[in-house]
């Protein structure tokens, strides 16, 4: 790694807590940006020839606050005299900066940075531009190229968010403990909508699926100042899991390969087992949140050495307790799944079938009813559930893989039964 | 004298590391590794998961405390460690020196003598 190289990360990885400090500074999230932006401009330019410092974020937001002060005196100087406020309150403005260094002070300041994103007016995909934009600091053209949309089109997507944000306000003050709980998990929420952007992505060449290494960074970054919370340690360890099955989640063709086809052995084991270490440790807290109970199921896969080896009882009791915290028809889905290893597909269907008013618009709904009918035999009736889901498959891959389902039932109706 | 050299640097960063960039740097400690070991003077190198991973006990009044995290809340956190055998402390720093060569980034490196080493039999 280049000196160069090293330096991007450091910047990277500083981001957040430097544009939490600057955001809380100056209240306004473009004066912020641009106070961030000289400060990384400066560091491009001194580190290389200095040496790093100890701790860049301190630096950043030292040398940001000084050059964003530096830009409100000069548009001052062009306009009318701002509020004294407009900068800071003064008990900031004369606070030793070496003071507020601490993960402690960081938390409200990444957590309130973080929380202007997923503001509720936005729809999903806004909010993790928005995050993406101005949390990561990607480009507008990566974005852009991510979601498929022209590089003007996103831009202005930015702006109105960001202009909607504005305009909703954003609350200053130190949150309530009952107000922090309540952003972390919006927050939460929207870090694993970050994550599965990336993750859905069949290609790993994908631009987007880049998203989900983001959405693991600031997993981790989350975990770091709050070190306690069993739910953000139970998102960290599932979206690892997830990760760890990239590379054997799609064959050389791009095609799906189902978790109990996939290659183990392709697993990453590092991840499986910073997320067991994880999990562990969430359980110690017996706060079971619906992030630690979907670890938790994950978990149970990793740790099967054979796809046969799967505890199906521990994954439907689990889907149980999910089911409680956190009713879903998607989670009970999930549990049929269980169910059909368990006892059957008649009982399988028998659970779902309920679901198909709700579900009725949601590829694995008819994907998984397709295949309980098939292995019940009935095969015209599968065929329509596997029509009904190709016809709303997200990806080529995944209408490919039901083609494949129906081309294997056609293949078997083919030939006489020789068992 | 057996030698323990401790790898603090800003975790943060490292954990950020790309598959590419981690195996970058890898290779690079292993090649400065391997003398070492051919040599049979380099004990256990433990890589640590993150200080998230970390868990602390500490004495409490009656019972002790459990708490999430590392001990020590620092900017630089300790990332991993190794058991080396060398006659002189010159030569602890001058291996330590090497590692941070090819360590990409503000790594620092502890250098701590031994009292007592167990080698152990946990691991595989």
Known sequence: MTDIAWIDLALASARPKALGALLRYFRDLDTAEEAFQEACLRAIRTWPEKGPPRDPTAWLIFVGRNSGIDAVRKRSKLQALPDEDVISDTEDAEGDIAERLDDSNYRDDILRLLFICCHPDLPGTQQIALALRIVSGLSVTQIARAFLVSESAMEQRITRAKARVAKAGVPFE?????????????????????????????????????????????????????????????????????????????????????????????????????????????????????????????????????????????????????????????????????????????????????????????????????????????????????????????????????????????????????? | MLYAILCYAHEETVFAWTKEEEAAVMEKLYAV????????????????????????????????????????????????????DFDTLDEAVAFSKQLSAVNPGSTSYEIRPFYVFRPGDAAS
């Open chain 1, 174 to 419: 130190t949150p309530s403990p009952q107000e922090r709980a309540e952003r972390l998990s919006i927050v939460s929420t929207m870090i694993y909508l970050i994550f599965n952007e990336g993750y859905s992505q069949a290609d790993p060449r994908h631009e987007a699926a880049a998203f989900s290494d983001e959405a693991i960074r600031l997993g981790r970054l989350m975990l770091h100042i709050f070190p306690s919370e069993p739910e953000l340690m139970g998102l960290l360890a599932l979206m690892l899991l997830q990760i760890s099955r990239r590379p054997a989640r799609f064959s050389a063709e791009g095609e799906i390969v189902l978790l109990e086809d996939q290659d183990r052995s392709l697993w990453n084991q590092l991840f499986i087992n910073e997320a067991l270490a994880l999990l562990d440790k969430a359980l110690r807290h017996r706060q079971p949140g619906p992030y630690q109970l979907q670890a938790a199921i994950a978990a149970i896969h990793s740790r099967a050495k054979r796809a046969e080896d799967t505890d199906w009882t521990e994954i439907d009791l689990l889907y149980r307790a999910l089911e409680r915290v956190q009713p879903s028809p998607v989670v009970t889905l999930n549990r049929a799944v269980a169910v059909s290893k368990l006892r059957g597909p008649q009982e399988a269907l028998d659970l779902i079938d309920p679901l198909g008013e709700k579900l009725g618009g949601y590829f694995y709904y008819h994907g998984l009813r397709g295949g309980l009918l098939k292995q019940l035999g009935l095969t015209s009736q599968a065929r329509e559930a596997f029509d009904h889901a190709i016809a709303l498959a997200h990806s080529a891959a995944e209408a490919a893989h039901i083609r494949r389902q129906i081309d294997k039932m056609q293949e078997e109706a083919a030939q006489p039964i020789a068992k």
């Open chain 2, 33 to 84: 590794q391997e003398p070492l070991a051919v040599s049979g003077k380099l004990g256990p190198v433990g890589r640590l998961m993150p200080t998230t991973a970390a868990t602390t006990v500490r004495k409490g009044k009656d019972e002790a405390l459990v708490i999430d995290g590392p001990f020590a809340e620092t900017k630089e956190a300790l990332l991993g460690f190794y058991v080396v």
